[in-house]
């Protein structure tokens, strides 16, 4: 059995639960993440080679 996990479900899942844990990052934590999605939709998540 393979478990393949993508970039970005690992970067909402951490943001989420930092969220949780200190809602006054809410801002800086969708920012990031913002500009992690539009970075990998960029350039695409292939040439990162997290795999």
Do not use: E, Q
């Amino acid at each position: 059995m393979t478990i393949h996990l993508g970039l970005a479900p690992m970067v909402a899942l951490i943001a989420g639960i930092l969220i949780l844990v200190a809602p006054r990052l809410l801002n800086y934590i969708v920012a990031i993440y913002l500009i992690l999605i539009g970075l990998i939709g960029l350039f695409g998540a292939g040439a990162l080679n997290l795999r």
